[in-house]
């Protein structure tokens, strides 16, 4: 059998965008994966996926007319109840055959394939046959059929076939089917519609229509040199990528940097093509990310920006056509953006007539949460935990103290959400309550608080800039997570309606990038200070839930679980530090002793838990009596101790964590020898004790930077 490169290509009305790229690679993948599952793809056959707004195709390599036929064994039933005592089928066997399509009276042969073989504590019957490959047609058809009904469409539509009488449901209506195993066509049938070769282009720059395909290696460049359209969704974004950077660079300017919609205009056009186009200065005086904005969300271009990042009058548009004059392009989409720039100033003249503060208690007046009351109680708590968080950092910014400026920053911080300008762009809340209170005055700490108490709002944002916009920030998120832990709205799953996830996040990556000197449970238990006593009390949840948050982000970071549990263990009160212990935890883990060292400790922390009052009963365990220490190798144990612990704690409070985890590596020879040679438990209940407290003495000094224990296999 030759194996030869498949081409399967469904066309369709315009796709949904934003879903295109996702949709492409999800239809590729499918049928490969069914081709695979059936044997009719190699192990090593190659896929290609192509998607444009009106079309998703896959190219596989090296599929097969047939998958090869493969044996199979086939389970009867026990021995002694398929055979009789002369070893003929009884008719039980006769009957299971019959369902497997053998039948035993006009097969003579078919005993032969019968084996007995071990199945538990009896012996069983099996069948064995020969199972044919699947032919690529009957494969291919179960594959496409799969596929469809496994895509992640967004929504589904209905409509009807030409018939006009049956219906069928799809992501959008589909014309055409196409399904080429090298020049060949083969028979398939989806969404009433039957393959073959032909294709449709570019609806106004195609060379010919319809594009015949000539076989599935060439649809790719048939598409491009006849059809006017780029079939690669990759191919299709570079070369946009390439006109932008080619057009900015034009006029001195660069493009601005914006991933998902350079994905979600390249899901627009079948063949870009880029265009220079102005607004009016004029417009440069409304703050450039409303501007920005409005064009990238509502009219999908490019705006341009100067050496220093500052907006410019000119922007780039995408056109999916070329014509010979494109400057009636150009002036419709100069037309088409001027009212919604007009709009925006608009609403940034009117919104400046009034203060932020005026519009402060209007907030009353807006529904937060039906458990939680309004925007206005909201704030209230806000004000109450930032200040707190203030007054704990402490100190004076601008001669102003902290806590004041926190507070004050509290009060004003979702006013924006009144105003025109958030109403019609929710996106822009708190970077136009900087706008505004920078023009009402206030300080620039405050205007920079409100701007940042949302940050960090994604994986890899920016935090805060100063210390009024982090105590801001902290405080919005800790009264979202005790509001909502405390009416039971936790995440289920992969549901977090409510971002709380992404809220633990941000408390976590301000604590330790910032070094916060502020630990979970203090700040936990402020924020729920500031609701009534009535409020569900779920402080426990919240810090087990950030917690958990805190042990997944470091184990994104490539930290193992081990290295991570060793020293989250230890429930650290500042968690700037994690990161150098974890790095301490590592180093020491590459080090010879460590895996004794660690199995020791975990030995001595069961030992300690077993005994008289449990492990914490050993914090103020009285001192080891020398007098005491009656065998040889728990003398060397406190003496090895009295060296290498005032070592290691002079390390760790230098903040030499490594050093302070390397000295440990000393302890090795004189632990191993203490528990081959010492009975820990003895019978004198002084000796005991005094064991006990040596043991104590070592486990304090080994799990000051991590709980090595956790590192022991």
């Known amino acids: 059998m030759t194996a030869r490169n498949l081409l399967v290509e469904l066309r369709v009305e315009e796709l949904p965008p934003k879903a295109l790229k996702k949709l492409g690679e999800a239809f590729g993948h499918g049928l490969l994966a069914s081709l695979k599952a059936q044997g009719l793809a190699i192990e090593t056959s190659v896929l290609t996926t192509f998607a444009t707004p ?5 190219h596989v390599s090296h599929v097969l007319p047939a998958a090869p036929d493969k044996s199979v064994s086939h389970k009867l039933m026990p021995a002694t109840v398929a055979l009789d005592a002369s070893g003929q089928p009884t008719p039980a066997l006769i009957k299971k055959l019959a369902t497997l399509g053998v039948d035993a009276a006009a097969d003579a042969g078919v005993l032969s394939r019968l084996a007995r073989r ?6 069983a019957l099996f069948l064995e046959a020969v199972q044919a490959g699947a032919l690529l047609a009957e494969g291919l058809q179960k594959a496409l059929d799969d596929t469809l009904a496994r895509l992640p469409i967004p929504k589904v539509m209905q ?3 030409a018939d006009g009488w049956q219906s069928v449901s799809f992501v959008r209506p589909a014309h055409g089917l196409v399904a080429l195993h090298g020049a060949e066509v ?7 519609l039957e393959s073959g070769r032909q294709t449709q282009g570019h609806r106004f720059e195609a060379a010919m229509d319809p594009v015949v395909l000539q076989d599935a290696d060439h649809y790719a460049r048939q598409l491009d040199e006849q059809g006017g359209v780029i079939a690669g969704f990759e191919t299709r974004r570079a070369e946009l990528l390439r006109q932008l950077h080619a057009a900015a660079t034009r006029e001195g300017l660069s493009p601005i940097d914006d991933e998902a919609l350079l994905d979600e205009v390249a899901a627009l056009v079948e063949r870009p093509h880029v265009l220079t186009c102005r607004f009016e200065r004029e417009f440069l005086a409304v703050p450039q990310e409303c501007l920005i904005l409005t064009m990238k969300a509502n009219q999908k271009y490019f705006p341009l920006l100067d050496a220093e990042g500052r907006l410019t ?4 548009v995408v056109s999916n056509i070329r014509p010979a004059d494109a400057s009636r392009v150009v002036q419709g989409n100069e037309r088409v953006v001027r009212p919604r720039l007009a709009d925006a100033k608009f609403f940034f003249d009117q919104d400046r007539k009034r203060t932020l503060a005026s519009r402060v208690p209007g907030l009353a007046r807006v529904v937060y949460h039906g458990k939680l009351g309004t925007q206005g109680e909201r704030v209230e708590r806000v004000r109450q935990i930032a200040r707190r968080v203030g007054e704990l950092l402490g100190g004076e910014r601008g001669g102003l103290a902290l806590a004041d400026l926190a507070d004050e920053a509290a009060t004003l911080a979702k006013a924006d959400l009144l105003t025109d300008m ?8 708190g970077i136009m309550g900087a706008y505004y209170a920078r023009h009402d005055g206030h300080l620039e700490a405050i205007a920079e608080a409100i701007e940042d108490h949302y940050k960090p709002r994604f994986a890899g944002d920016t935090l805060p800039r100063g210390d009024v916009g982090l105590a801001l920030a902290l405080a919005d998120k800790l009264e979202t997570l005790a509001g909502l832990f405390g009416i039971g709205q936790l995440p289920t799953g992969d549901k977090d309606p409510f971002g709380l996830r992404r809220h633990a996040l941000g408390v976590i990556r301000m604590l330790i990038e910032r070094d916060l000197p502020l630990a979970v449970p203090q700040l936990v238990a402020i924020a729920f200070q ?10 426990a949840e919240v810090q087990h839930f950030v917690y958990e948050r805190l042990v997944g982000a470091l184990r994104e970071q490539g930290y193992s679980a081990q290295e991570v549990d060793a020293v989250v263990a230890l429930r650290p009160d500042r968690w700037g530090g994690i990161p150098r212990r974890l790095a301490a935890v590592r180093a020491f883990a590459a080090m010879p002793e460590s895996a004794s060292l660690a199995a020791a400790n975990k030995r001595v922390g069961n030992i300690l838990r077993k005994s008289d009052g449990g492990e914490d009963a050993t914090l103020t365990a ?5 007098a005491l220490l009656v065998e040889p190798a728990e003398r060397e144990l406190h003496a090895a101790l009295g060296i290498v612990a005032p070592r290691a704690e002079q390390a760790f409070a230098a903040g030499d964590l490594a050093g302070s985890l390397r000295e440990l590596a000393a302890l090795k020879a004189p632990v191993d020898a203490f528990f081959d040679k010492v009975m820990v438990n003895a019978e004198d209940p002084a000796l005991r004790r005094n064991r006990l407290a040596l043991l104590a003495l070592l486990h304090r000094a080994m799990n000051r930077v991590a709980d090595l224990s956790r590192l022991a296999t």
């Open 422 to 429: 958030v109403g019609e762009f929710p996106e822009l809340q």
């Open 622 to 626: 009285p001192a080891v009596d020398a």
């Open 54 to 58: 009106r079309r998703l195709a896959a």
């Open 313 to 316: 009058e000119r922007f780039l």
């Open 118 to 123: 071990a199945d538990g504590k009896a012996e």
């Open 159 to 161: 409509y009807q076939l």
């Open 186 to 192: 083969v028979p398939l049938s989806a969404l009433g």
């Open 530 to 539: 500031a609701f009534p006593a009535t409020h569900g009390q779920a402080q």
